[in-house]
Structures are given as C-alpha cells and as structure tokens.
C-alpha cells in the first residue's frame, strides 16, 4: 500500500534552515507528481510547492526564493530545503502523492525565538 512518511521538523530560530524529507513507498515513485503542503494553526492547509516526474518544480508565491523542492528516485524520497525561516512558516508539513491524493501523517516545523 501507499506509504509517506515526513522527517525533519523540529524548532528552529527565525533565519535558520531545516531540510524535510518525505519517504515514499508501495508505489513507482519516479512516475508521480509530488508536492508539499503546510497547515497552520486555524488555518486552511495550503500548497508550498511541486515537483513532477520532469523534475521541474513551482512554489507557492510566500515561499518562492526560500524554499527548494528536490527528489531522489533512487531513495523514493522528496525533500523540502527550507531557509530563511519566518514565524509565520510555522505550520504542519505533509508530503502529498498527487494522483489518488495521498498525504503523510505530517511533521511540525516551529519558527520562533
């Protein structure tokens, strides 16, 4: 079955960088779109960014410039590099499958002082 599981959250001072990673399994990884989402506390989850089977990525406006998606095929696995971390990229962060909507279970990301 379809497994995706987040790592890398943690506490982070504003400015700082936390890289997550997302390891997929059940499924050919290198033949599906993959994104990262984040939700807020009271807030809607929102799309961050996507990476497709090219390669090629696109980012949400808030985090263009700060954020980079990558993947590794080999290890089945997405990342999210995050720099210049803000108080307000505080947020759950899901890996998401795009075909078929399958998400992880999430890891925090808090940025504060």
């Known amino acids: 079955q379809v497994q995706l599981v987040e790592s890398g959250g943690g506490l982070v001072q504003p400015g700082g960088s936390l890289r997550l990673s997302c390891a997929a399994s059940g499924f050919t990884f290198n033949n599906y779109i993959m994104s990262w989402y984040r939700q807020a506390p009271g807030k809607e989850r929102e799309w961050v960014a996507i990476?497709?089977?090219?390669?090629?990525?696109n980012y949400a406006d808030s985090v263009k410039g700060r954020f980079t998606i990558s993947r590794d095929n080999a290890k089945g696995t997405v990342y999210l590099q995050m720099n210049s971390l803000k108080p307000e990229d505080t947020a759950v962060y899901y890996c998401k499958r795009n075909t078929g909507g399958f998400w992880g279970q999430g890891t925090q990301v808090t940025v504060s002082s």
């Open positions: 990476i497709f089977t090219t390669g090629s990525t």
